[in-house]
């Protein structure tokens, strides 16, 4: 037994000491290998630098362009002057300034100067009213005047500097404000016309009424006609007033609705003609009626006349007459004389015969 424990130890101990000397030579190797590490990192150190130096000079050179959201859009009615700025740079520092313009339906054309020569130079550019504001080595802010309509388009500034290059870039857009007209048509309706307007017009009606707005085709210099047609049928509206909203300004004109007999509508004529119908009758029932009145009471009045007889408007010379011989004899010769007259007058001979 004892015997095997100090072979077990023996092995033990040169294991151990295998294990050492190992240590020791992996330990002598790692020393160079690290100063060999640590000299690629020096010289990686180095190239980092460099190309540190590189992208600083390069970034340098590179363009700095404005975000596109810095771009302006401009609004600038006909007819007046427009001055159109180029970034904020300083002077000295500018080498080349461009202006690139782009008008609708045109090709583009430069305007440029350079500082070093202090020479201007212009490319298809044939359009007087677009020129430099003031010298180019003082200003470079472009000028327009007068606008016109032909003057849409985008308009961008480019320079060039020590520091890297720069641009801004404007979108301009003519405002042409319409002419505006009210009318009233033959039929009675009324029509307002917002014409050659830029932008398109809107138009309202008040008070409101049976409207049709329409808009005739763009022409070719981008203006648009809007026109509104408005009735107030069965209404009776004396005046109607049109309001043109336009970005150049607002409009409004008014106008007396006339009417005119010959378009007047059936119930119109009748609210007109009804009444006088009415009183025209009234007014000869009552004349007829006082008429008839008139003459049917004359006629009972001659029909109903009392009679005043002889004896009770002279009751004492009709008794005379009756009792005395002598009156008599006096009415019998009168009523004979009467009687030979009407025989005369019918030609009649009345034989007079004694004793009868």
């Known amino acids: 037994m004892p015997c095997v424990w100090i072979t077990s130890d023996l092995q033990l101990q040169l294991i151990l000491t295998l294990f050492l000397v190992a240590e020791c030579f992996s330990a ?23 190309s540190i130096i590189t992208s600083s000079m390069d970034r340098k050179q590179s363009t700095v362009t404005l975000p596109t959201e810095a771009n302006t859009s401009l609004l600038v009615l006909v007819g007046t002057k427009s001055v159109l700025y180029c970034p904020p740079v300083l002077r000295t520092n500018v080498l080349v300034a461009t202006w690139e313009i782009v008008l609708r339906d045109k090709p583009p054309f430069f305007r440029a100067f350079r500082r070093d020569t202090n020479q201007t130079t212009t490319e298809n550019c044939t359009d007087e009213r677009i020129i430099w504001a003031s010298r180019p080595d003082e200003n470079l802010a472009l000028l327009i005047y007068p606008v016109a309509i032909t003057h849409d388009g985008n308009y961008t500034c480019h320079i ?23 009318i009233q048509t033959e039929n009675g309706t009324a029509v307002c016309k917002a014409a050659a307007g830029k932008p398109a017009a809107q138009i309202s009606w008040t008070p409101e009424g049976d409207c049709v707005t ?28 049109c309001f043109v909203s336009h970005l150049t300004g607002n409009k409004s004109l008014s106008i007396q609705l006339e009417r005119d007999t010959n378009i007047l509508s059936l119930s119109s004529i009748l609210y007109i003609i009804l009444p006088v119908f ?41 008794y005379t007459e009756k009792n005395n011989p002598l009156y008599d004899i006096t009415n019998r010769v009168k009523t004979s004389q009467v009687l030979q007259s009407e025989a005369d ?8 015969v004694p004793g009868v």
């Not at 002598?28 to 460099?50: L, V």
């Not at 007058?345 to 007079?352: A, P, Q, R, V």
């Open 28 to 50: 002598g190797m790692k020393g160079p290998i690290t100063s060999n590490n640590s000299m690629q990192q020096m010289d990686n150190g180095n190239h980092s630098s460099d």
């Open 214 to 241: 329409e808009q005739e085709p763009y022409w070719g210099d981008g203006t648009v006609t809007v026109q509104s047609t408005c009735r107030w049928g069965g209404h009776n509206v004396p005046a109607v007033s």
């Open 345 to 352: 007058g019918m030609n009649l001979h009345t034989i007079y």
């Open 160 to 182: 060039v500097t020590r520091d890297g290059n720069f641009q801004h870039g404007y979108h301009l857009q003519v405002l042409v404000p319409p002419e505006v007209t009210l």
């Open 278 to 318: 009415i009183i025209l009758v009234i007014v000869g029932s009552i004349w007829l009626l006082k008429s008839r009145g008139y003459r049917k009471c004359k006629f009972k009045k001659t029909e109903h006349a009392p009679v005043v007889e002889e004896d009770e408007m002279e009751p004492y010379a009709s």
